[in-house]
């Protein structure tokens, strides 16, 4: 591994329309995390509910949350989580790590979720597919993802 670069996490925002809206036109990452409902996932406890991504910017990040945000995207999990409390979620735009990152961008996701993995044992609560794809790539790069911004 060339080199490490530790990844931080912008503030929170409310799940809520005009917070998203801003978004379109964005590829990247995104998690959207509970307020105060801690998972108990087999390691450690997380609020984080889910990790998505967005790979072009004709379907970015903004049309991607609306679709979580109005259920479009059936995903029960972060509707019904929704129902009990608000939600929050942060993104990472993929334009900061294209330099880092000689791959995809389902590949970060990939990543990240793979790392989640690792630190708390399982995928998070709502997502439903893997990141094996990542697993077979040489990376020359190695990112510390602040997992604890999510506690």
């Not at 390691?43 to 945000?69: A, V």
């Not at 990152?101 to 793979?114: A, G, K, V």
């Amino acid at each position: 591994m060339a080199n490490e670069v530790t990844i931080y996490f912008d503030s929170p925002k409310l799940f809520e329309s005009n917070n998203i809206k801003p978004l379109n036109g964005i590829a990247g990452l995104y998690f959207i995390f509970s307020q105060s409902i801690e998972i108990q996932y087999p390691f450690q406890k997380s609020k984080l509910l889910y990790i998505g991504m967005s790979e072009r910017r004709t379907n970015s990040i903004g049309n991607r949350l609306l679709g979580h945000f109005d259920g479009k995207s059936k995903n029960l999990g972060l509707v019904n989580y929704r129902k009990v409390e608000p939600l929050f979620f942060t993104y990472i735009n993929f334009e900061m790590l294209k330099s880092l990152w000689q791959f995809r961008i389902e590949d970060l996701e990939s990543y990240f979720i793979l790392d989640f993995v690792e630190q708390f044992g399982v995928y998070p609560i709502c997502n439903n597919k893997s990141g094996f794809e990542i697993q077979n790539q040489t990376l020359t790069s190695s990112f510390k993802i602040d997992w604890k911004y999510f506690k």
